[in-house]
C-alpha cells in the first residue's frame, strides 16, 4: 500500500487572495473545496495534485521549508512569468542568491518564495511548468517520501534527494544538510489519502512504521489524522470515505 499525494496546503491570511495570484501564475482554476473556508486549485496539467488553500489567523514567520521551481522554456518565456507574477502581486526577494544565477527569486502576496528557473536546467528538464517543489530536509526524509508515496528516487547524491511520480509531473527534492531551524509550523503541508483499499488506520499505521509520528495540533475530532515526517514536516492522511 501507497498514500497518494492529494493536495500541497498553503495556509493564508486571505485563501481567496492567495488563490487568486496562483491562479493566475500557473493558469489553474480555482474550485470549491470540501472546508467552506477554504478554497482549492485544479492542474490542468501532468501536476497530479491539486492545490488548497487554508485559513489562518498566524502570520508568516522565515522562509518556508517547501518552494516552487517554476521552469521557462525561453529567457522570453522567464521574463514573462515573471512579469505576470509581479502583476499579480508578487515581488521580487533577496535570499542570497549570486548575481550569476539564472533564477529569479520571488515571493507571492504573502511572502511564500518561489524560484522561476532559466532555461535550459537539466534537473527540471523534463518536468512541466512546476518543475519541481523544492524543499529544506534531509536524505532520510528523501528516502521517507519515496516510500510513503511509491514514487522513486531519481535523485541520490551528496545527501540530496528526489522523488519524482511514475505518472510524470514535478520532483519533490530535498537538499540535505545543513537544515534550517525551524520557526514554528510549516506553511505548506501535504494532504495525502490512503491507497487502494483506502484504509485510513491501516495508511497511519504503515507511515509510523516508516518512521512518521502522529501530531497533536489541538484539532479536536477531525477526519483526518494529523502527522510528522522524520524531518518534523507536518502532514495529514484524508478520511476518503
Same mark, same amino acid.
Given at each position: 500500500?501507497?498514500?497518494?499525494?492529494?493536495?500541497?496546503?498553503?495556509?493564508?491570511?486571505?485563501?481567496?487572495?492567495?488563490?487568486?495570484? =496562483?491562479? /493566475?501564475? %500557473?493558469?489553474? $482554476?480555482? #474550485?470549491?473545496?470540501?472546508?467552506?473556508?477554504?478554497?482549492?486549485?485544479?492542474?490542468?496539467?501532468?501536476?497530479?495534485?491539486?492545490?488548497?488553500?487554508?485559513?489562518?489567523?498566524?502570520? $508568516?514567520?522565515?522562509?518556508?521549508?517547501?518552494?516552487?521551481?517554476?521552469?521557462?522554456?525561453?529567457?522570453?518565456?522567464?521574463?514573462?512569468?515573471?512579469?505576470?507574477?509581479?502583476? %499579480?502581486? @508578487?515581488?521580487?526577494?533577496?535570499?542570497?542568491?549570486?548575481?550569476?544565477?539564472?533564477? &529569479?527569486?520571488?515571493?507571492? *502576496?504573502?511572502?511564500?518564495?518561489?524560484?522561476?528557473?532559466?532555461? /535550459?536546467?537539466?534537473?527540471?528538464?523534463?518536468? @512541466?511548468?512546476?518543475?519541481?517543489?523544492?524543499?529544506?530536509?534531509?536524505?532520510?526524509?528523501?528516502?521517507?517520501?519515496?516510500?510513503?508515496? /511509491? =514514487?522513486?528516487?531519481?535523485?541520490?547524491?551528496?545527501?540530496?534527494? #528526489?522523488?519524482?511520480? *511514475?505518472?510524470?509531473?514535478?520532483?519533490?527534492? =530535498?537538499?540535505?544538510?545543513?537544515?534550517?531551524?525551524?520557526?514554528? $509550523?510549516?506553511? %505548506?503541508?501535504?494532504?495525502?489519502? *490512503? @491507497?487502494?483499499?483506502?484504509?485510513?488506520? #491501516?495508511?497511519?499505521?504503515?507511515? &509510523?512504521?516508516?518512521?512518521?509520528?502522529? %501530531?497533536?495540533?489541538?484539532?479536536?475530532?477531525?477526519? =483526518? &489524522?494529523?502527522? #510528522?515526517?522524520?524531518?518534523?514536516?507536518?502532514?495529514?492522511?484524508?478520511? *476518503?470515505?
Amino acid at each position: 500500500m501507497t498514500s497518494n499525494l492529494s493536495a500541497l496546503c498553503f495556509d493564508a491570511n486571505d485563501p481567496h487572495r492567495l488563490a487568486g495570484f =496562483w491562479a /493566475g501564475v %500557473l493558469g489553474w $482554476k480555482t #474550485a470549491d473545496d470540501p472546508r467552506g473556508d477554504a478554497i482549492a486549485l485544479l492542474p490542468n496539467d501532468d501536476t497530479g495534485f491539486r492545490i488548497r488553500f487554508l485559513p489562518t489567523q498566524e502570520e $508568516k514567520s522565515g522562509p518556508n521549508q517547501m518552494h516552487f521551481d517554476l521552469t521557462s522554456a525561453s529567457l522570453e518565456g522567464q521574463e514573462q512569468t515573471v512579469a505576470r507574477a509581479l502583476e %499579480l502581486g @508578487g515581488r521580487h526577494i533577496d535570499i542570497g542568491q549570486l548575481p550569476e544565477e539564472g533564477q &529569479v527569486v520571488l515571493a507571492d *502576496p504573502e511572502g511564500n518564495e518561489f524560484c522561476v528557473i532559466e532555461p /535550459g536546467n537539466n534537473f527540471l528538464a523534463d518536468c @512541466g511548468f512546476i518543475g519541481a517543489l523544492s524543499s529544506d530536509g534531509s536524505q532520510q526524509v528523501g528516502y521517507f517520501w519515496s516510500e510513503a508515496l /511509491g =514514487w522513486p528516487l531519481v535523485w541520490d547524491q551528496d545527501q540530496e534527494t #528526489a522523488i519524482r511520480s *511514475p505518472h510524470g509531473g514535478p520532483k519533490i527534492s =530535498w537538499g540535505g544538510p545543513p537544515l534550517r531551524p525551524r520557526t514554528g $509550523k510549516n506553511r %505548506l503541508h501535504f494532504d495525502l489519502t *490512503p @491507497g487502494v483499499d483506502g484504509d485510513q488506520q #491501516a495508511e497511519v499505521d504503515r507511515l &509510523v512504521s516508516l518512521g512518521a509520528t502522529r %501530531l497533536d495540533l489541538g484539532q479536536g475530532e477531525v477526519s =483526518w &489524522v494529523a502527522m #510528522a515526517d522524520p524531518d518534523g514536516n507536518e502532514f495529514c492522511v484524508l478520511n *476518503p470515505r
